[in-house]
């Protein structure tokens, strides 16, 4: 299994402000996804991080309000830009490794966001 | 249209019974996997169980087991022998054909095991 860590794993940001979150992995992997879990609610894909080029968004997500880099294999960020309470959400890193089961798709611990 | 329907938004379970959690799913697509993760008040989400639709057998891992149900289009979660830990939200998701990775989740169901 992959290791993923996550930094910073929460904040308090005031609105308008932009915070930049981190993911690490401990090893190559294959995809890198960016998840949005609003309060209370489930979670939903924002992006798929693409090595050395623009990430692909999903729906309702647009670069630039959710800027993402990814400039390796191991390496991904995601920057909530001039941010609302609505941004108000845990963040999860997610990734897929090469594996031989289907089921190599595992989660970093999460960044807690909170707008005032 | 909902790709995957949790209809039980909270469950209560006595410490050592059964619990089974309801997920139904509507795709299109032959080659998809189910997957049920467990999101304790930490946040993180933890890999249960995984399976595959071509998968002949149901799939299990230790105390969880999966209830396959093709052709009815459903996947419940059993966890037996239920402790004070499994207390949690558990989310099922779906990810659909052989080669994209994402994931569409339910709204999930809370766990609350007492003693």
């Known amino acids: 299994s992959a290791v993923i860590s996550q930094k910073p794993s929460r904040d308090i940001c005031q609105r308008g402000t932009s915070l930049t979150i981190q993911c690490q992995v401990d090893s190559q992997v294959t995809m890198m996804f960016w998840y949005r879990q609003q309060p209370g609610q489930s979670l939903t894909l924002i992006a798929t991080a693409n090595q050395g080029s623009e990430a692909t968004y999903e729906s309702g997500f647009v670069i630039d309000k959710f800027p993402i880099s990814r400039p390796n294999l191991t390496f991904s960020t995601l920057t909530v830009s001039n941010m609302s309470p609505e941004d108000s959400s845990i963040y999860l890193c997610?990734?897929?490794?090469?594996?031989?089961?289907?089921?190599?798709?595992?989660f970093g611990p999460g960044t807690r966001l909170t707008v005032t | 249209a909902q790709k995957i329907t949790q209809t039980q938004p909270g469950m209560f379970v006595q410490e050592k019974e059964a619990v089974t959690l309801d997920c139904t799913y509507d795709?299109?697509?032959?080659?998809?996997?189910l997957f049920w993760y467990k999101q304790p008040s930490s946040g993180e989400m933890i890999f249960l169980i995984y399976q595959g639709s071509y998968d002949q057998q149901n799939a299990t891992e230790g105390r969880y087991s999966l209830n396959f149900q093709k052709a009815r289009k459903s996947a419940n979660l059993v966890i037996s022998a239920s402790q004070l830990g499994d207390s949690a939200m558990y989310f099922c998701a779906m990810r659909e054909g052989s080669n994209d990775y994402k994931l569409s989740f339910g709204a999930g169901t809370t766990v609350t095991v007492r003693a």
């Open positions: 795709t299109s697509d032959p080659s998809y996997g």
């Open positions: 997610s990734v897929t490794t090469q594996g031989k089961g289907p089921y190599e798709q595992y």
